[in-house]
């Protein structure tokens, strides 16, 4: 008999690391004196991922995400994740 | 018989037909490899084309890493054959770690399609031996994802291991810093391409490929294409690559 399965929904918050150049989030902060916004430095260009993974409990589900953000959705050379449990 | 080359296509690859062409002037005999199929025919080298393979989503390079074909190219770079990755083709290897470092967006944040001027490190590898003597080649680029990175530790181990295989020349002849304007995409230490430790699998982002008949404005490509086919032949007839070492620990996993 299998055992019972949930499914757990996350979001994966992929940036670049701390150093690495990140040609887009400069080119969103020298934008924002076109927009009258002065005083924004530090923009910095990721991606988030959402995902539902089914599993028999939240822990396996959040091993499953671990595994696979830090093999495909990034790159460990140049990015860093956080894995978010959603609601 | 001449030897037989793959040429990886996956959905997406734009420069297979360059690639076969290219092949063919070198004096192979090319293969398509379909990424569906984990089976090489039985080819002595492997070209992987430039392109968008599989729309670059997510990471250009990173989808086609998992495709079947890749893991029998991966298992074929770990017995020893030679492995060339052009444009995309470098950036599949690098994400499949089969080189060392990554491949970021350029630095100008343009795609950019240009002619470059790249310089061989090394005459001595199985992706220079042809080549007739060490100087600038002119090739052009073709990328909006082509700044190489890697930290300073592996940068300085690539150097010191002689790993690093091209570099982007100035005008003047000077290697072309991450702002120059030799440099096309911001690349560090003016890296246009480097090779794993073994030094049998390598990968540029210029395109060797499409510079082979002097009619389209340069055959210095024709130099490395005919190195790789050298050394596929040396490969199926010997088993070893001369300018290839045996496999070392990990390098830059950090």
Request: proline share 5%.
């Given at each position: 008999m299998s055992e019972p399965v949930s499914a757990f929904r996350f979001a994966v918050n992929v940036t670049p690391k701390p150093g690495i150049l990140d040609p887009q989030g400069r080119a969103v902060e020298k934008s924002l004196p076109h927009l009258g916004?002065?005083?924004?430095?530090?923009v910095r260009v990721g991606r988030r991922v959402e995902l539902t993974v089914a599993a028999a409990d939240a822990a396996a589900a959040r091993a499953v995400v671990d595994h696979l953000a830090g093999e495909?959705?990034?790159n460990p050379l140049m990015e860093l994740f956080e894995v978010e449990a959603l609601a | 018989m001449s030897v037989r080359v793959g040429v990886v296509l996956f959905?997406?690859?734009?420069r297979d037909i360059d690639a076969v062409n290219a092949l063919r002037i070198a004096g192979a005999e090319p293969e398509i490899l379909w990424h569906?199929?984990?089976?090489?025919?039985?080819?002595a080298g492997i070209l992987l084309p430039g392109g968008f393979a599989?729309?670059?989503?997510?990471?250009?390079g990173v989808i086609a890493r998992f495709s079947p074909v890749m893991r029998a190219v991966a298992d074929f770079a770990a017995a020893g054959g030679p492995v060339l990755g052009i444009c995309n083709g470098f950036q599949v290897l690098a994400e499949a770690r089969l080189v060392p470092g990554a491949l970021l967006r350029n630095r100008g944040l343009r795609f950019v399609c240009r002619e470059v001027r790249l310089l061989p490190?090394?005459?001595?590898?199985p992706f220079t031996?042809?080549?007739?003597?060490?100087r600038p080649l002119r090739m052009p680029v073709a990328h909006g994802e082509g700044c190489y990175y890697a930290d300073d530790a592996t940068l300085d181990a690539l150097e010191r291991d002689g790993d690093v295989m091209w570099r982007y020349v100035n005008p003047d002849g000077s290697v072309a810093g991450?702002?120059?304007?030799?440099?096309?995409?911001?690349s560090l230490r003016g890296i246009a391409g480097v090779r794993n430790a073994a030094g049998n699998v390598a990968g540029l982002m210029p395109h060797p490929e499409t510079a082979v008949?002097?009619?389209?404005?340069?055959?210095?490509g024709l130099g490395i294409i005919r190195s790789l086919v050298v050394s596929a032949a040396e490969w199926a007839s010997t088993g070893t690559i001369t300018g290839t070492r045996p496999p070392t620990p990990a390098r830059g996993a950090a």
């Open positions: 916004i002065s005083g924004v430095s530090g495909l959705l990034s | 959905p997406g690859s734009n569906e199929s984990a089976d090489l025919a039985g080819v599989y729309g670059d989503y997510l990471r250009a490190e090394h005459m001595d590898t031996r042809e080549l007739d003597r060490r991450p702002d120059d304007s030799g440099n096309p995409n911001g008949e002097a009619i389209l404005g340069s055959d210095d």
